[in-house]
């Protein structure tokens, strides 16, 4: 979806967090809502403080990791940090454990959040590696190498930056559920 007088933005995440997410989420809702159900209060009491912070965990390892990019820039949203790479400082874009994007004048940033390449062997007993059809495992990385190509150059910079807010809500919450279980012993 194209934001109005931008270029369009795309998004590269790992279907397979994103299932696990809104499973969890799922989950989450039931143990929560079942107390609600049948106004049980202490029991919703006892489970909503670990549930909230494990929502929260389940969000901000799962769901939040991701790349996106466009013709500009790609935004590198690792687990409580952000990096935005202006494509003119990237200088090459392959995939290990994660999408690494090779920068001009620093490290590396590797994108946690994104598919990896699987190891080649077999999928199922009796399917081996002469049957099994073929997968390029690095077409992620090949379509962004040639976003990177064809990107105007840019003299922006590199930014790398700790993401206070999610990480505070974290905080608040890991430290609510401390005081919670202080003071239920």
């Keep these: 979806m194209a ?4 270029a ?3 998004t590269f995440r790992a279907a397979s967090a994103v299932i696990t997410f809104w499973v969890g989420i799922a989950a989450l809702v039931v143990i929560v809502g079942s107390p609600v159900v049948n106004r049980d209060w202490s029991v919703l009491s006892f489970t909503l403080g670990p549930s909230l912070v494990l929502a929260w965990v389940l969000w901000i390892a799962l769901y939040r990791p991701a790349v996106h990019y466009d013709d500009a820039r790609v935004v590198v949203v690792n687990i409580g940090r952000r990096h935005v790479l202006p494509w003119g400082h990237v200088t090459n874009v392959r995939q290990g454990i994660g999408m690494i994007f090779e920068l001009d004048a620093s490290k590396p940033v590797v994108a946690y959040g994104v598919p990896a390449p699987r190891q080649a062997g077999n999928i199922a007993s ?7 059809p073929a997968f390029d495992l690095n077409r992620d990385a090949d379509l962004l190498d040639g976003v990177r190509r064809s990107a ?3 003299s922006d910079p590199v ?3 700790w993401e206070v807010v999610p990480l505070s809500i974290g905080a608040v919450l890991v430290v609510g559920l401390i005081i919670e279980v202080a003071l239920g012993l």
């Design 159 to 161: 930014v790398s930056r």
């Design 126 to 132: 009796t399917i081996d590696r002469r049957t099994r």
């Design 152 to 154: 105007t150059p840019s």
């Design 8 to 10: 369009p933005r795309y």
């Design 3 to 6: 934001r109005p007088g931008s």
